[in-house]
Nanobody
Framework: QVQLVESGGGLVQPGGSLRLSCAASEFIFINYAMSWYRQAPGKERELVAHITNTGGTTNYVDSVKGRFTISRDNAKNTVYLQMNSLKPEDTAVYYC??????????WGKGTLVTVSS
């Protein structure tokens, strides 16, 4: 049974940085592609960043390119989202997602990021 737990959210000022972590309970973590999504108040959930199971390929939504970096440490069963140059519009609940080809999809419960002065 896969369980995902996000951490690292909080309150930061515009222009600041924050690193989110998502820890997985399964040791078959290396089989899963990982993604970060976010949902702002009153808006739909959107894909922010994606990384393949090997870590060889990453993708980002245009609004965060050059500012956010997704990475994974398979030895620690953890995926990260490094967020730099944060803007107020980045304020949202950030969710971790694990997916595998022809298999189930798992979601974390989310961690709140608030960017405000």
């Amino acid at each position: 049974q896969v369980q995902l737990v996000e951490s690292g959210g909080g309150l930061v000022q515009p222009g600041g940085s924050l690193r989110l972590s998502c820890a997985a309970s399964e040791f078959i973590f290396i089989n899963y592609a990982m993604s970060w999504y976010r949902q702002a108040p009153g808006k739909e959930r959107e894909l922010v960043a994606h990384i393949t199971n090997t870590g060889g390929t990453t993708n980002y939504v245009d609004s965060v390119k050059g500012r956010f970096t997704i990475s994974r440490d398979n030895a620690k069963n953890t995926v990260y989202l490094q967020m730099n140059s944060l803007k107020p519009e980045d304020t949202a609940v950030y969710y971790c997602k694990a997916s595998i080809w022809r298999g189930p999809v798992y979601w974390g419960k989310g961690t709140l990021v608030t960017v405000s002065s």
